[in-house]
């Protein structure tokens, strides 16, 4: 299953980039409710580099790792939920009036015909979600 979304915000790519972080995007991530990290964080820089770790719960818990990070541009999530493996790519673009912020999840389920069958019914679902994620760190941002 693959949603992708975009949104042009109206502030630069740094300020998008500052939401990137675990503890900043339980803010706008849809039914993210907290975030705390599992790996050691000594500087602010920290929380953005490759193998950063956090323990995230929302309807699920489950625990998620960057795995490329290029600062104010690009962002990979790897999120081991139960019974599933998703990957979240978050790309920064500069544009004349601030950023496109585009979301990219790729979920894999199991169960082979059915997963894909229940991949295509929580498609939906998963695009309104990341609708509402976009909305939300557009709103956070331009504040």
Same mark, same amino acid.
């Given at each position: 299953m693959?949603?992708?979304?975009?949104?042009?915000?109206?502030?630069?790519?740094?300020?998008?980039?500052?939401?990137?972080?675990?503890d900043?995007?339980?803010?706008?991530?849809? #039914?993210? $409710? %907290? #975030?705390?990290?599992t790996?050691?964080?000594h500087?602010?820089?920290?929380?953005?580099r490759? #193998? &950063?770790? *956090?323990?995230?719960?929302?309807?699920?818990?489950?625990? &998620?790792?960057?795995?490329? %990070?290029?600062?104010?541009?690009?962002?990979v999530?790897?999120? $081991?939920?139960?019974?599933?493996?998703?990957i979240?790519? %978050?790309?920064l673009?500069?544009?004349?009036?601030?950023?496109?912020?585009t979301?990219?999840?790729?979920?894999e389920?199991?169960?082979?015909?059915f997963?894909?069958?229940?991949?295509?019914?929580?498609?939906?679902?998963?695009? $309104?979600? *990341?609708? $509402? %994620?976009?909305?939300k760190?557009?709103s956070?941002?331009?504040?």
């Open positions: 693959r949603i992708e979304k975009s949104i042009e915000i109206k502030a630069s790519p740094e300020k998008v980039w500052e939401m990137m972080a675990f900043k995007a339980v803010e706008w991530m849809e #039914g993210w $409710k %907290s #975030g705390k990290y790996s050691e964080v500087n602010p820089k920290d929380k953005y490759v #193998g &950063a770790s *956090a323990h995230i719960i929302g309807p699920e818990e489950f625990d &998620a790792e960057i795995t490329e %990070s290029l600062e104010n541009e690009k962002i999530y790897r999120l $081991k939920v139960p019974k599933m493996t998703a979240i790519t %978050s790309i673009e500069s544009v004349d009036e601030g950023t496109k912020f979301h990219v999840i790729d979920a389920l199991p169960w082979g015909v997963g894909k069958f229940l991949g295509r019914v929580m498609r939906g679902a998963g695009e $309104k979600d *990341a609708e $509402k %994620s976009l909305e760190l557009k956070i941002v331009e504040k």
